[in-house]
């Protein structure tokens, strides 16, 4: 992306100049909701994301500018606060700071503007971009790089569990700190132990359809990781050993069905399949069978509508016109509730798919989708 203006704004507003960092969105091909249940997902960085101009201010100020928030977009706060600002999003960098100094990095104070072209609220974890990128920052600049990256990832997920209100899993930090162009990551969120995967398929394009329905994970995310706590509660006190749901299998959930809510037993199930579903990817993409990760990806979106109770009319509308166009593999992506589709979807058909998905959408809901070409990209780093 072209950083003039924030390079510009970043002066006009401090009078100097700073260094610049960059962190990636993401895309996950498959293994949605696993990763809180220690099992795999199949994530990706991508080539958009957040770009934060950052300098050393010599006091113990926290001065925040975001350019792309048109209102309340500036934000100071002080380093010996307690209190968390009052704006959600300087929460973000106000909690990868104190978990930063949780593992011994004092942060001193700093002027930062930051800026994206990672699209907000559309699934591609720009929440997980903006942690990654300061903590990426603020490690180098005030610690010599000392921290490694798996705990930088681990400083994100702690700043949404503590500091944000949502109870998120790994794969969306550690696929913006890790990610690598041409690449696909293998992440065992149990063991943590990753393998990157060749991507480049030959004839197909990966394209994003944003539904313009805007997700608020929060309670709704808090909610299905519950029902996933409570299968394994049941399934703990049966047979013991259990610590998640990776520890399970089909024979165990139905052992206790008739013990949890109906609703826990259909989101369990969800994810016992799901994780299922990305070995079965693994071994296609090691073969290059394209079309049988498009069918995993087809069976993912419907559990998630189905049984995890996710998704959302918009996007299973945009999934169904991705059936019917012979789009490959379609499934929603994210938390859920609203976001984008993502589409593998062979060349030749992208055009008319991508034409007819945004007619028959914006005419059913009266909304014109925006789309995304994507290609995976490589992590957080120093411009």
């Known amino acids: 992306m ?30 949605e909701h696993t990763d809180y249940n220690g099992g795999f997902v199949f994530p990706g960085a991508i080539d958009k994301g957040i770009t934060a101009e950052i300098c050393r201010n010599g006091s113990r100020k926290v001065r925040l500018l975001a350019i792309d928030i048109e209102e309340d977009n500036y ?11 009052s704006r959600h999003w300087a929460c973000y960098i106000f909690g990868v700071c104190k978990e930063l100094e949780k593992r011994g990095v004092h942060p001193g104070g700093f002027n930062a ?5 990672i699209p907000l609220g559309a699934g591609l974890s720009s929440s997980a971009a903006l942690e990654s990128v300061f903590a990426f920052a603020l490690n180098a600049m005030f610690a010599d790089g000392r921290v490694d990256k798996f705990e930088l990832a681990k400083i994100g997920q702690a700043t949404e569990h503590n500091y944000c209100g ?26 943590l132990e990753y393998e990157y995967f060749p991507f480049n398929p030959t004839g197909y394009d990966l394209v994003l359809i944003d539904s313009c329905v805007k997700h608020s994970l929060g309670t709704e995310y808090n909610e299905r990781r519950e029902s996933c706590e409570n ?6 006190r049966l047979f013991g050993g259990v610590e998640t749901l990776r520890d399970a299998d089909y024979s165990m959930l139905d052992a ?8 826990d037993y259909l989101r369990a199930r969800y994810v016992l399949d799901e994780k299922e579903r990305v070995l079965t990817v693994c071994d296609a993409l090691n073969k290059g069978d394209y079309e049988l990760v498009g069918r995993k990806m087809y069976e993912t979106h419907w559990g998630l509508s189905h049984d995890y109770t996710a998704s959302c009319p918009e996007l299973d509308f945009l999934v169904e016109t991705a059936r019917e166009c012979g789009v490959t593999g379609s499934r929603m992506m994210g938390g859920g509730f609203g976001g984008c589709s ?11 798919f991508i034409s007819r998905a945004t007619r028959e959408y914006s005419r059913k809901f009266g909304i014109i989708p925006k789309v995304y070409r994507v290609i995976t990209g490589d992590g957080s780093r120093k411009l």
Do not use: W
Not at 75 to 85: A, G, I, M, Q, R
Not at 177 to 186: A, S
Not at 342 to 348: G, P
């Open 256 to 263: 206790v069905k008739d013990e949890i809510s109906g609703t």
């Open 2 to 31: 072209d950083n003039t203006v924030l390079r510009n704004r970043f002066r006009d507003m401090f009078g100097h100049e700073g260094d610049l960092y960059f962190s990636p969105g993401r895309i996950n091909l498959i293994g």
């Open 75 to 85: 934000v100071e706060f002080s380093l010996d606060d307690t209190d968390k600002p």
């Open 113 to 117: 503007a930051f800026s994206g072209d």
């Open 342 to 352: 993502i589409n593998l979807v062979r060349r030749t058909l992208r055009d008319n």
């Open 231 to 236: 299968a394994v509660a049941a399934m703990n």
């Open 166 to 191: 949502v109870k998120c899993g790994i794969m969306d930090q550690f696929a913006s700190v890790f990610g690598r162009k041409g690449c696909l990551i293998r992440l065992d969120c149990r063991s």
